[in-house]
């Protein structure tokens, strides 16, 4: 069995000795990181849930996938970056083999919940801009198909955490929370599979969805300009009500706001999963370096960055966070979240294509 010490999230390669001291220095510099990290993500998806709820009448399509996606989120500060921080200040795990199986189950399902809250989120943008129809057809259930797809899928991924961990004694009247692996090719099909499910594949079918989403905007500005008379002028969206040959402003909004999530969790995630694989397949990885530490540190301010987005893309940031001390006003003002559309993102992205 080889020493595998969670000292983050469900698969950290942080691999020691068992008796081995450690740093206190960047013990210290992971305590304050993850209290922030926790703080941050309880206090602003708590509050945005508070907010959504306080608009429950409201109701629309992408403030119920925000609601899951913010769910998913406080999960992943009190069952993967709490524990994680207890973990740091004792050294060592303190509890049962249950508590410590339970531990990791919860690290790796709020992994799991709040990727593919982020990929049901843009698969739904997909279907509203590429088949409006058939989305309009379709009658309103009373259970959300994909969030409970996501969930299931978030508590289903997680159980081998359940088998790989357990409490065992690392030396002679130590016990830690630690994984045992078939040798030699356990650790990398581990690693390799839980990047693969939780991160490659999510991601391809998001830039996917949103590569379509662009070309079908693109394709409707298009005709909608030779419809004009060709002149090939960008013309104005002038109110909320305005759309971009057939696509709302509401539906553009929500899809430039799902592209900006989308990036925050690349950002967020990719040092992460590459400093893993890195790890187990090179033997002469810099594992213990503090650079190593940091970068796995730094993948749970994707749970902070998603309620910032929202409420960024939302219009008000401030007026949102007050109307949990004050009644919700009925002033023309205050809007529905999906009434939003700008054609930036696709002049973005034709200036992309235009360039090369």
Not at 97 to 123: E, N, P
Request: some cysteine.
């Amino acid at each position: 069995m080889y020493p595998f010490n969670a000292s983050f999230s469900n698969f950290s390669l942080m691999m020691e000795v068992a008796d081995m001291p450690r740093d206190e220095n960047l013990a210290k510099v992971e305590i304050a990181l993850l209290s922030v990290i926790f703080v941050s993500a309880a206090i602003l998806n708590t509050g945005l849930l508070l907010v959504l709820w306080k608009r429950r009448k409201q109701v629309s399509k992408m403030r119920v996938l925000v609601f899951h996606l913010c769910v998913a989120d406080l999960v992943v500060a009190f069952f993967q970056v709490c524990p994680q921080l207890m973990w740091d200040i004792t050294d060592r795990f303190i509890g049962p083999d249950l508590v410590c199986r339970l531990v990791k189950y919860l690290q790796v399902v709020g992994m799991f919940a709040s990727t593919y809250m982020i990929v049901v989120m843009t698969i739904d943008r997909y279907q509203a801009i590429c088949n409006p129809m058939v989305k309009f057809q379709r009658r309103r259930k009373r259970w959300n198909i994909p969030v409970c797809i996501a969930w299931a899928i978030s508590l289903v991924g997680g159980l081998p955490q359940i088998f790989i961990f357990s409490r065992v004694q690392v030396a002679p009247g130590v016990f830690d929370c630690w994984a045992d692996f078939i040798q030699p090719w356990g650790l990398k099909t581990y690693i390799t599979w839980t990047t693969m499910v939780i991160f490659v594949l999510p991601i391809l079918t998001v830039v996917v969805c949103q590569v379509r989403i662009c070309r079908a905007i693109q394709n409707n500005l298009y005709l909608k300009t030779h419809q004009d008379g060709g002149s090939g002028v960008a013309f104005q969206l002038p109110s909320r009500t305005s759309s971009v040959a057939g696509v709302s402003k509401a539906r553009i909004k929500t899809v430039k706001m799902t592209v900006i999530i989308v990036l925050a969790y690349i950002i967020c995630w990719t040092p992460f999963f590459t400093v893993q694989l890195w790890s187990v397949w090179d033997k002469d990885a810099p594992t213990e370096t503090a650079t190593f530490t940091i970068l796995m540190l730094l993948a749970s301010l994707n749970s902070c960055a998603n309620p910032c987005i929202y409420l960024l893309f939302n219009g008000q940031l401030p007026n949102k966070l007050t109307v949990l001390c004050r009644r919700p006003s009925n002033r023309k003002d205050s809007i529905n979240y999906e009434a939003t559309v700008v054609s930036s993102l696709y002049m973005s992205f034709k200036s992309i294509s235009d360039s090369k």
